[in-house]
């Protein structure tokens, strides 16, 4: 089973930041968030990934709260190409054990 | 940089038959691993195929088997096709040596839509 848990739906519009909440609240200490999204009928497409400290890259930033049991996924300027499917995985070493997928949060941006 | 590549990409098979479905990683990973997709679900992990070897298994029957080739492209094979096995089957790739640490991850390829009649 999924040990992240997501809103199933959420709306942004369009040139707004998303922020996409997720709670894993038993996380273990050595165990990444990762964050893929999968647009209609495509493979998943991977976003970032955190340890512990903030993250960012050119695609979003990611804030995981010091506690560690959950974290938010910010896309700073939202385009309707960013209308996907988000999932929060958490995991060992994402290249070497399987990523365990929940259902995900379905972001709709609106224009 | 080409990415992971898959083939075919839509597939009709019915009940009973076999099939047999190809995944090419992104240059330099010498990891891939499989995920089957049902409609409205998040991917399932099937298996992880490492120095030519299945590393992990999922909760999948012998039905689905697996064989990496050398230069790691992979093949996916499922036996006796059900109804149930209609899905999206993803290939992932990754560096999965001692050298790739706890920081990489997954790329996923486009996927294989196989429709079961």
């Known amino acids: 089973d999924a040990k992240t848990t997501q809103p199933p739906s959420m709306d942004c519009a369009e040139g707004r930041a998303a922020n996409l909440p997720c709670n894993h609240s038993?996380?273990?200490?050595?165990?990444?968030v990762y964050w893929y999204r999968q647009i209609h009928s495509q493979g998943p497409q991977y976003i970032i990934h955190g340890l512990k400290n903030n993250e960012t890259n050119e695609m979003a930033s990611l804030i995981i709260t010091e506690d560690r049991k959950s974290s938010t996924l910010i896309l700073p300027h939202a385009t309707l190409r960013d209308t996907a499917v988000y999932y929060c995985i958490v995991g060992y070493g994402g290249a070497t054990n399987k990523l365990i997928f929940g259902t995900g949060t379905l972001l709709a941006v609106q224009p | 940089d080409a990415g992971v590549t898959q083939s075919p990409t839509h597939l009709i098979k019915t009940r009973g038959q076999q099939v047999t479905l190809r995944c090419s990683p992104k240059?330099?990973?010498?990891?891939v691993s499989w995920y089957q997709q049902a409609l409205g679900q998040g991917p399932q992990f099937i298996f992880q195929?490492?120095?030519?070897?299945?590393?992990q298994r999922g909760n999948f029957p012998d039905r689905f088997s697996g064989h990496q080739f050398p230069n790691y492209s992979s093949e996916l094979n499922v036996n006796a096709l059900l109804l149930g096995d209609s899905a999206l089957y993803l290939c992932?790739?990754?560096?999965?040596?001692?050298?790739?640490?706890?920081?990489?991850?997954?790329?996923f390829g486009p996927g294989t839509r196989l429709t079961v009649l």
């Open positions: 992932a790739s990754s560096l999965g040596g001692w050298t790739s640490g706890l920081t990489d991850t997954q790329y």
């Open positions: 195929y490492y120095e030519e070897e299945e590393r």
């Open positions: 240059s330099g990973h010498d990891t």
């Open positions: 038993t996380i273990s200490g050595n165990e990444y």
